[in-house]
């Protein structure tokens, strides 16, 4: 029988928060969470760092105000401050996980300002990853969803890291039970109603057709690499293609854009929506948007669409993106995309 492999090393595992000299650690009390507030309890560096915990109580369950408080209780054995957050309010009936995640963040993000701490730190590892991964191919992402997510990313300003996605959660838990820490195990993990717990119970039939975790991660990995050329080479389109960019107003010889590969002409008009509009489009849009500018583009024929708040109008020999008009009372624009 193979031995074991030796306990997480912190300095190893927490190296991605050495730049940093406030952190913010969302600990839920479940055995991933746990086990980072003990690697940071065992961190050399921790002693010249600013470490708090912080738990969100979704007000979901009945039991959550108790874990909460036990966690706080744990936090502080373990030197550190503890906050409990509560999310407020009428709770939503549908796509509850998509927006509890959305409240947490906006929790802890508060919380992280208030006490001058510049990143956030969770406990998401490689099971997390791949299985990200497999929810997202499962709904058709693009590249940028197969890979799932990275060490270090942001959050509304900040910095959200974490650190543990390279390590399964086996060697989490098992770094709890040597140190003899308790832990809790939220009930909604094992709720059919939740699509991801619905995957996870497919994993021993998706691992024996080869797609198991270490599949999984390979694809994440390779999404990654390669989301990270895609992103290199739009910026550098963007940045060497002639254009006039204002503050409302992007315009661009359509020429150019005739010879550039579609998924950069996608990213490159995703970005100055994002700019000029509200937000950044959902991905099947944009791609129905960006079918129809291309074939209007290779036909010289006109072109106009509404999405993410913009304009985007393709006529005589330019492509310009501008803010979408306001509704006229009483009737809706036509969204062409």
Known sequence: MPAEPPLLDPERALAPLAAHDALLLAVSGGPDSVALALLASRWRLAAQKRIEIATVDHGLRAEAAQEAAQVGEWARALGFAHHRLRWEGEKPATRIQERARAARYRLLCGRARDIGATAIVTAHHADDQAETALFR????SGVAGLAAMAIASRVDGLALLRPLLGFRKAALERLCAE???????????ENPAYARVRLRRLAATLAAEGLDVEALLRLSARAARAEEALAWSAEQAASTLPAERGKKRFRIAAEALRALPR?????????????IGRGEPRLE???RAGERLADALATETRFKTTLGGATVTFERDAVVVSPEPPRRKGGARDENA
């Open 137 to 140: 191919l499962t709904r058709g």
């Open 179 to 189: 140190a003899g820490h308790p832990y809790f195990r939220d009930p909604s993990n």
């Open 263 to 275: 998924e950069l002409l996608l990213r490159l008009l995703a970005a100055e929506i994002a700019r």
């Open 285 to 287: 849009r944009l791609e």
